[in-house]
């Protein structure tokens, strides 16, 4: 039995971008959420460190810009900088509005600070802001009766012209979506506007601080329909992630502001190390941090570095990191009076389903926000903090140019998109062959495509993953859907376009360090890089 659902706005996610959005939507039409876990599960719910704002008395939009360019290497776009730095003292207003509760100092709020930010800027709520956040949404979502948030469901393809039954449109064009619910049916969502905001893609990796829905679900299924794809060479490594030897599921952060507080660096020896590297010391941006890590790892033989916060003053560090104290303390890390053992871990995309300023995305009626999206705020490399600034901001956006320019109602469309062929067979003994590809996909983009990366290693990288890639399409052809089986696919569809980007970037940028091509080349590679269908493109910077 087949189920067909229709609404004014689909939103696929249920992280920060796509929540303010269907608390926007919902005052237009009727809004229906698509999550497939609980609806608070996402990378929002783990951000810990804040939300960055210039609303401290020394600061300003212009230093927030300033800061933010610099840290994306030359490839940040200038005018998606401008928009989220003058729009962030607003979010901050109507985020407590809402019911956000920010930690304060008496009657003002209280502003970290975190690597490669010149000022105290990090509205936060202690070491569980994106909680704090995703909780607020959710209790001004429950009370507006036009919006349905549908748990357990995944979507499998955006429903685009050329699944209609008749001629389809030379135009490109999303009317919803193909979604397994929880039901163990592919239903059909219509929309009249479709919003990805399905976060990131960190499970790619092998050691990642996302959470296990970090799929790279809406960059997939883009790319599928034929979305320009852009940037997918940079992938931040967070460079203090809670070392554990015998870990198991995503690796703990331990939050950037930290080291915002004065937590240093040692090496095995004792050593502080990062001086050597830069200037800014602790306070670098994640990059640098993360490959200075790296070296040490590596030329010392190690398997983790020292976080050392002994010096830092007792109370205040347990008042305002109360979740890391707790997680240290189960795992008989004592703070502040111990160290804390760290590692890099896959963090946050960077690229993923080019927007312009509105959200746009390439296919008309589908937009995006959040992680899923590259906008061209990040550059090479995002500035810490930054990240659910951006959600907002062009989840509203995305808002006010439906808002303006409103999509038609879905009609032909509804009875002329066939529902989901589900008629195959599993064959339970090729399950278990490739219940292990995710595994090993995860271990190939590790060990070839972490933090320094060579051509051969990529083109090891590349031949491995087309393989299992073919693989999983054939069988993905062959049998009836699962979450596992989709999410996989999904997988090694975004690890082909990590691989594929970073093999065309011949230089070193930001997250991109290429042990071939150790600099950075304004000349040939001030540019995007853009994968649509099968081609691969350089795209100027606005």
Request: glycine share 8%; aromatic share 8%.
């Amino acid at each position: 039995m087949f189920a067909k659902h229709s609404t004014d706005f689909l939103v696929l996610g249920s992280g920060i971008a796509g929540l303010y959005f269907a608390l926007l939507a919902s005052e237009l039409g009727s809004v229906t959420v698509l999550t497939k876990k609980q609806r608070a599960e996402s990378n929002t719910n783990y951000a810990q460190g804040g939300i960055s704002a210039a609303i401290g008395p020394d600061d300003s939009p212009e230093s927030h810009r300033e800061d933010t360019i610099q840290a994306g290497a030359g490839l940040c776009h200038r005018d998606a900088v401008e928009l989220i730095v003058h729009r962030a003292p607003h979010v901050i207003k109507t985020l407590l509005n809402i019911g956000v509760e920010f930690t304060r100092r008496g009657t003002v709020l209280d502003l970290g600070r975190e690597g490669g930010h010149s000022h105290h800027r990090i509205v936060h709520a202690r070491d569980t802001t994106g909680a704090a956040i995703e909780r607020a949404l959710l209790d001004a979502l429950s009370q507006r009766p036009s919006v349905r948030i549908v748990e357990h469901a995944i979507a499998v393809e955006l429903m685009t012209e050329h699944h209609l039954c008749y001629q389809p449109t030379n135009v490109p064009t999303c009317f919803g979506v193909y979604a397994l619910t929880a039901s163990g049916i592919v239903e059909q969502f219509f929309a009249r506007a479709t919003v990805l905001a399905t976060g990131g893609c960190g499970q790619v990796y092998a050691h990642t601080t996302n959470p296990t829905i970090a799929t790279g679900d809406g960059i997939a299924m883009a790319y599928r329909a034929g979305a320009a794809i852009a940037n997918m060479e940079f992938i931040q490594f967070h460079p203090t992630a809670l070392y554990e030897s015998d870990r198991t599921g995503p690796a703990f952060l331990i939050s950037e502001a930290v080291r915002g507080v004065g937590a240093i660096l040692r090496n095995s020896a004792g050593e502080r190390f990062m001086p050597r590297y830069d200037e800014r010391a602790e306070l670098a941006p994640r990059d640098i941090v993360a490959r200075a890590i790296d070296n040490e790892l590596k030329t010392r033989g190690d398997r983790f570095v020292w976080l050392d916060v002994r010096h830092l003053d007792k109370a205040s560090f347990r008042e305002r990191f109360p979740t890391i104290v707790a997680v240290c303390a189960e795992r008989g890390i004592h703070l502040p009076h111990d160290m804390i053992p760290v590692v890099p871990a896959a963090h946050y995309c960077c690229g993923g389903v080019q927007t312009d300023l509105d959200a746009r995305t390439t296919i008309r009626r589908l937009y995006a926000c959040g992680e899923v999206a590259c906008t061209g705020v990040h550059g090479a490399n995002r500035l810490a903090s930054n990240s659910l600034l951006e959600g907002v901001v062009f989840a509203e956006r995305a808002f006010a140019s439906i808002s303006s320019d409103p999509p038609p109602h879905i009609g032909a469309e509804f009875d002329n998109i066939p529902p989901w062929d589900d008629s195959s067979t599993q064959n339970a003994e090729e399950w278990i062959l490739l219940s292990h590809d995710r595994q090993e996909l995860q271990t190939i983009m590790w060990d070839y495509v972490g933090i320094v990366r060579s051509e051969l290693r990529l083109q090891r990288a590349l031949r491995r993953i087309e393989l299992l890639r073919e693989e999983i399409e054939d069988f993905y052809r062959r049998t009836r859907l699962t979450a596992d089986l989709i999410e996989l696919r999904n997988l090694v569809t975004v690890a082909w376009l990590i691989v594929r980007s970073a093999m065309h970037r011949k230089e070193s940028r930001g997250l991109h360090t290429m042990s071939d091509y150790p600099y950075t080349d304004d000349d040939r590679w001030r540019c995007d890089t853009v994968i649509m269908s099968d081609r691969i493109e350089c795209h100027s910077l606005p």
